[in-house]
């Protein structure tokens, strides 16, 4: 009975050792995978964008509004997004989304998988539910993002396509900056992003709002604040949505990725989507986030944009 234990035990302990060593390959398959694509960098747009965003209020209205002035006469874009809405949500037509006739209450909303499916955008950028491990978790993160991937590319080979990284609640637990600085890797690469490639044979390039909002926050630490902006809860309204100025900064972010051009000296006098003045923080924070934003930017290989 003694041997007979000690086998099965042994028999165990060899099945867990194949299963770590099989998730431990696979790991790798996936990074190399990754590598591969992300080796080639992708051409600057020669000519302003047609972009369409999927999402929720960390999308939201003003932001995408203050991209269209960064980019100039002839950006466009559309949009569809809900209230925490994952992008299984916006997937399934059986799946309600929450909040769908007031988010989408304006001109700029066009439905989601006629749009990207219509082969009229350049890009297209996707942005899953917080908090990202209950999206990976039950809502099928990357199985989902590679269908979105996949549609759009159907219609429209050259279609370029992005994840759009965000944040947690500022109030988080374990720390707001612990958890950006920790999740990028445990959640949004290793889990979202580079399995969703097993589906495609084009990259889904990363848009690094999270990694670009805690640079930030370490910037105006290490300069005891810049104009109205002390710390990082001076980028929110609530313990998750951006306020001007943190829409300022997630645009900027998104126009340095989609045109991969350095931000430095776009205007920061904008107007939010109704048309009103936004919040204005001035000529010294508006720079540094610029800086910011270009730093983060050209340090991944994920957003497309050359290192250096």
Sequence with gaps: MVALSRRLFLGAAALASLSGGSWVFRRAQLQDRAAELYATRLTPPTAPMQVYHLGHSLVGEDMPAMLSQM????????????????????????????????ANDHARHRPARAAIGSGEYDAVVLTEMVEIADAIRYHDSPDYLARWANLAREARPDT??????????????????NRIDRDLDKYWRRQVLYP????????IHLIPAGQVMAAFARALDAQGGVGPLQG???LFKDNIHFNDYGAYLIALTHYAVLYQRDPAGLPHALLRADGAPADDMGAEAAALMQRVVW??????????????
């Design 196 to 203: 969703a490639l097993q589906q495609s044979d084009l990259p």
């Design 160 to 177: 370029r396509v992005y994840l759009y990284e965000t944040w947690h609640y500022t109030d988080d637990g374990t720390g707001w900056l």
């Design 232 to 234: 990082h809860r001076d």
């Design 295 to 308: 730093d983060v930017v050209t340090s991944l290989p994920q957003t497309g944009v050359p290192q250096g």
């Design 71 to 102: 980019a100039g006469a002839g950006h466009s874009y559309h949009s569809q997004t809900g209230w925490g809405t994952s992008l299984r949500e916006h997937w399934e037509p059986e799946m309600p989304v929450n909040g769908f006739d007031r």
